[in-house]
């Protein structure tokens, strides 16, 4: 009794429910023989499975009929017979054409054989309730549907059209405790390496993909190290396009890992033995899979946070005018950001066992067959990246031209402002452009796999022995060039960050850095204080013919506001050629001042004029020069006679010490040109 009760429990766990109002069947369904004992000698001797109770194949459907095995050889009804076969060995029609027996012939079954199955601890399975059939009472089967499929021309109302849907193929299934599904189908797998195309164009792209990978590691690859030979030269607002440099050559790093492993972390290996193919590795039990897989989602996720990061940096040097300190106060909000968001969802990714593995590339990555999972964990967090990086940007290019518009600046310096809005601009579209494509690669993919789906399930039905697909309405195969341009926008997204740090300072740097020095005491040092830290704020403070007299960066953190950081920007990355001799004018002249002291023959230090008299300067101040120059000349002749006849040196001591007090013998007077005073220790005769 316990035995019969297990049996009915387990058929009931394969069954499920009849459904009444399908909406499409198979059409390549083949009648044949009858091979169930118990169905064997009525009036019809062909089925076709599955059957009414979704049975795959008449030894399942023979193994759901033993319960009632003692109510038939008991005979305790004549029509319990014929209905159980109607529902496990239905005649076979015509294709696509499903008879149902009638109620009454139900209700009468179950009241003969009620008592019995009670006895026998036997209960009368819900889906085969009497009130799920059509309400008649004609014999199983009827007359019609005996005659020929050409007789019957119209459809009876005791006939439905059914879906069988898909049926996994004994080759594709695998472990219940894998927790693999195919198709809405569990415990099912796709086939490895791809099921949609053949061996040579999966190796080709193969090979594609590996030397794009290349490329791109190549190319982020020398940014980061760039960054490393000179750290403090990438400062806020331009620091995120290292980090999101850094993000693409390790999604870059693991594709070509992909390429050199091949089929062998993406696919579950064959068991010839046990009739099981190559299958795609899903879930997380594969720990190389798992590993290539959170890699490659998060630095994706990451590198697309950073370029929103790089947005908004930009949108607070632009529009509020924050300064590169006020903006690197909050570089650990932008950290927390750019790696907390990826994180959370690679882990919520892996809890819900959406990793699956790539036939094309190698790697294992998420939505390739799971259509919700690519929408909402890849679709989605692309887009809204997108969207809000572009807001940000246009509001940061509009304020820029702004003050290009409103503010009067020299024509050097409208020049770079404009060179470096254009340099925004084609980075952004260099980003933007592939990540547009191959958004809508995936939307497009999103949009088509079903119908690539159900054409590879006709192509395939009989080579599986599985239910061909009913009335297909329109079949398409996928062009490979689709998934190239996808996987090759997908590493492209990198290389615009050689862009940005690709200048003549960095090849400067570069060759510093092979010869094995840095002149950190020579004009490069000098350049390169002037490229990190550009004097633009008085240049858009001052008046027009007002020198420059000190620097001023402001920021936002007290209430100030200035439009240094606008220009900041343009300045980051200029040639060191015009700057170098600009902001270096009163080191330099400093140092002439202090090389040109003149030692007289009683051993004083004296005051001289400028030897570089003749240098440029701003607003036309030459000529005035001139006349300072000889003027100071002078006062230095007449000092020095009186010095020497009244003063004489003792000791070395005090000469020495004389020397070192010149250090305050210049002074830089915007109206009165350039004077160079020495101060000495001793009175002034």
């Not at 387990?10 to 909406?23: D, F, K, Q, R």
């Not at 510093?512 to 004009?523: A, C, E, L, N, P």
């Not at 001052?542 to 000190?550: G, I, K, Q």
């Not at 439009?563 to 200029?574: G, K, N, P, Q, Y």
Request: aromatic letters at 10%.
């Amino acid at each position: 009794m316990v035995g019969l009760l297990g049996v009915l429990v387990s058929m009931l766990a394969s069954c499920v429910a009849i459904h009444m109002e399908g909406a499409g069947s198979h059409s390549m369904f083949t009648c044949e023989a009858i091979t169930i004992r118990m169905c064997q000698g009525l009036t019809y001797n062909s089925t076709f499975m599955p059957n009414l109770l979704n049975h795959y194949d008449q030894q399942t459907a023979a193994l759901a009929m033993e319960p009632f095995h003692p109510m038939v050889n008991l005979q305790c009804s004549a029509d319990l017979r014929p209905f159980l076969c109607a529902l496990y060995a239905p005649v076979c029609t015509e294709y696509g054409r499903v008879t149902l027996p009638c109620r009454r012939l139900c209700q009468r079954a179950r009241r003969d054989c009620y008592k019995l199955m009670d006895i026998f601890g036997v209960s009368w399975p819900e889906e085969m309730e009497c009130n799920r059939f059509p309400d008649c009472d004609d014999p199983y089967p009827r007359p019609v549907d005996l005659l020929s499929t050409s007789l019957s021309t119209e459809e009876s109302p005791m006939s439905v059209q059914r879906d069988y849907g898909f049926w996994c193929p004994r080759e594709l299934k695998v472990e219940p405790e894998l927790g693999y599904s195919f198709l809405g189908v569990r415990d099912c797998s796709p086939p490895c390496p791809n099921m949609f195309f053949r061996r040579d164009e999966l190796l080709f792209a193969r090979y594609f993909i590996g030397v794009v990978s290349i490329v791109c590691l190549s190319a982020t690859l020398f940014t980061f190290l760039t960054f490393l030979i000179d750290v403090a030269r990438f400062r806020y607002p331009e620091r995120p396009i290292i980090f999101y440099a850094v993000c693409y050559m390790m999604v870059s790093l693991v594709y070509f890992l992909g390429f050199l492993l091949d089929d062998r972390v993406a696919c579950n290996a064959a068991s010839p033995g046990r009739f099981r193919a190559a299958t795609i590795t899903q879930g997380s039990h594969n720990k190389a899979c798992t590993l290539l897989f959170m890699a490659l989602y998060f630095f994706t996720m990451a590198g697309s946070v950073w370029w929103v990061v790089l947005t908004i940096t930009w949108f607070l040097a632009a529009v509020p005018k924050w300064g590169s300190e006020a903006i690197e106060k909050k570089a650990l909000l932008f950290h927390v950001a750019a790696w907390g968001v990826p994180g959370t969802l690679t882990i919520t990714l892996m809890a819900m066992n959406k990793v699956e593995g790539d036939g094309i590339s190698g790697v294992c990555f998420v939505g390739l067959y799971d259509l919700h999972a690519l929408w909402w964990f890849l679709l989605a967090p692309l887009c809204v990246n997108v969207l809000v990086g572009v807001v940000l940007l246009l509001a940061g290019i509009a304020a820029l031209n702004r003050v290009r518009m409103e503010i009067p600046l020299e024509k050097e310096n409208q020049d770079k402002l404009v060179k470096f809005m254009i340099r925004i601009g084609v980075f952004s579209v260099l980003y933007l452009a592939p990540l547009l494509t191959v958004i809508g690669c995936y939307l497009y993919e999103q949009s088509s796999r079903p119908v690539w789906e159900t054409t590879w399930v006709t192509e395939h039905c009989r080579d599986y022995h599985i239910p061909c697909p009913f009335q297909v309405l329109q079949s398409s195969r996928p062009d490979l060039t689709l998934f190239l341009l996808k996987y090759l926008m997908l590493l492209v997204v990198g290389i615009p960050s050689v862009f940005w740090v690709g200048s003549k300072k960095t090849c400067f740097e570069w060759a510093s850095f092979f010869h094995g020095h840095r002149r950190k005491d020579s004009v490069v040092n000098g350049s390169r204080q002037v490229l990190q830290e550009p004097d633009f704020s008085q240049l858009l403070l001052r008046e027009p013919v007002a020198p420059v007299a000190r620097k001023s960066r402001g920021t936002s953190t007290q209430g100030t506001s200035t439009h240094a950081s606008s220009t900041h920007l343009a300045m980051l990355d200029e040639p060191p050629s015009r700057s170098t001799s600009h902001a270096g004018s009163i080191r330099s002249k400093s140092a002439s001042c202090h090389g040109s002291l003149h030692h007289s023959r009683d051993g004083r230090y004296t005051a001289c004029s400028f030897r570089g008299a003749e240098e440029h300067l701003p607003y036309g101040s030459l000529p005035r020069l001139h006349d300072q120059a000889n003027h100071c000349s002078a006062n230095r002749l007449d000092s020095q006679s009186r010095h020497n006849s009244t003063q004489r040196l003792d000791s070395r001591h005090s000469s020495i010490r004389d020397l070192s007090n010149t250090t305050q013998a210049v002074q830089i007077t915007p109206g009165n040109g350039i004077h160079c005073v020495v101060e000495e220790d001793g009175a002034m005769a």
